[in-house]
Every structure is written in structure tokens, then in C-alpha cells.
């Protein structure tokens, strides 16, 4: 009796958005992983840097440390180094976010500040969806490095307010519980529910909730 082979197709639920392949990362992702830009394996000598940044928790399997440089003059990085204990993803995206500030001499510490996950993605050439907050890690320890920064260098001015604003009352959700979910993958209300439970319990939460849904899908994946 002949044996007949079953062809099983196997659907991916990880995309690069760029490239429409399933869980393919470009060279570039793979060369900034392998060869990664200024890196630092050791904590510096104390002073060295003007301001340290940490995000993350070893329980979550994502932590980011950062320390910065500025020139004081010209309000320019001068230099940025980075260590982090996550994924490739992590790692490529805080290293290309690292040349991107110190291209050219290095960016003003506003234009730094302006750079979007998008941003780091494009040059890139795209990471799948699944990885997409990785390159938010970057982002936040550059945030909280420059909020360092502008406190020791007397610029309270210019600190960046990181706290969440309550969206449900009840169950003290943030919107910044909204947009991990968000980043996490959740599209849509059900979605971030799902995660949540935001809305369910303070149903005057709702459309606030699904403005900022919309709002954060379009940041980090685009209109569509």
C-alpha cells in the first residue's frame, strides 16, 4: 500500500511588517545583533558619563541600562553607550538607536528625543510585530537618562513626565498600561480587554480607551 505524504502548512502569527516574511530578520537587524554599536560591558568609572538611564526587570526577561554624554555648549550627545539583558530584537534596536543620536557629531538632545520606535524600524528594515517593543526599550532608557540629566544640570524645565494617566478608575489601569498592551500585540478593544479587563468594570472609561487604542496602534504599526 502506497504511502500517501500530508502536506502541512504552517501559518505564522510573526511578521516583518517591511518584508512580509514570517520571523526573517534583515542584515541589518542580524549585523547590528552580531556587531553590536557601543556597546558597554563594564559600569564606567563614576563621572565619566553625565547621566544614567534603567528601564526594565530581569523578572520581565527586558532590562535597559544607558549612560549619556552631553556637550553642554552645543546641547549635543556626545556619546551614548548601552547595555541591556533581552532578545536580538533588544539588542539590535538600542544599537542602531545608538548610531542614530551620534551620527554627525551627534544629535541635539531634542531631535534625540523626537526619535520614534517607527524611526529605529525603518533603519532597520523592519522587525515582525511580535518584537516591536523592543525598540520602545531604547526609547525609554534614553528618556529616563535625559530626565537624569536635566535634573543634576539644574534644567527641571525640560524633565519628561513619565507617569500613566488613570483611564479606568476602578481598576487603576494607565495609559501606559494600555500601550504595553498594545505593544504586546493587542489591536483592538476586545483585544486589549482581553489583557486588561480595562472598561469592563467603568464602562465611562470606554471611549477614552478606544482613542487611545487607536492612537497607539497607529504610532507603532502604522495607518494600515
Not at 105 to 116: C, E, S, T, V, W
Not at 198 to 224: M, N, S, T, W
Request: with cysteine; net charge positive; proline share 4%.
Amino acid at each position: 500500500m502506497k504511502k500517501v505524504k500530508k502536506k502541512i502548512n504552517f501559518k505564522s502569527d510573526v511578521m516583518n511588517q517591511s518584508t512580509g516574511q514570517s520571523w526573517v530578520y534583515s542584515d541589518v537587524v542580524k549585523d547590528h545583533f552580531f556587531n553590536p554599536q557601543n556597546l558597554l560591558l563594564e559600569d564606567p568609572e563614576p563621572g565619566e558619563y553625565d547621566a544614567v538611564g534603567e528601564v526594565g526587570s530581569p523578572a520581565c526577561g527586558d532590562v535597559m541600562k544607558m549612560w549619556v554624554k552631553v556637550d553642554k555648549k552645543s546641547d549635543k550627545i556626545k556619546d551614548l553607550r548601552w547595555r541591556t539583558f533581552g532578545c536580538g530584537s533588544a539588542i539590535a534596536a538600542t544599537s542602531m538607536f545608538s548610531a542614530m543620536v551620534k551620527e554627525a557629531g551627534g544629535m541635539k538632545i531634542n531631535l534625540a528625543l523626537k526619535i520614534k520606535p517607527q524611526d529605529i524600524m525603518k533603519r532597520l528594515g523592519g522587525l515582525p510585530e511580535r518584537k516591536i517593543h523592543c525598540s520602545v526599550l531604547a526609547d525609554k532608557a534614553f528618556r529616563k537618562a535625559m530626565n537624569n540629566y536635566f535634573r543634576v544640570s539644574d534644567q527641571p524645565q525640560r524633565i519628561i513626565a513619565l507617569s500613566g494617566r488613570i483611564i479606568d478608575k476602578r481598576l487603576n489601569i494607565t495609559d501606559k498600561d494600555i500601550e504595553e498592551a498594545v505593544l504586546e500585540g493587542a489591536r483592538n478593544l476586545v483585544e486589549v480587554q482581553r489583557k486588561l479587563k480595562v472598561g469592563v468594570g467603568d464602562k465611562a472609561a470606554i471611549p477614552e480607551l478606544e482613542q487611545l487604542i487607536r492612537f497607539y496602534v497607529e504610532k507603532y504599526y502604522g495607518k494600515g
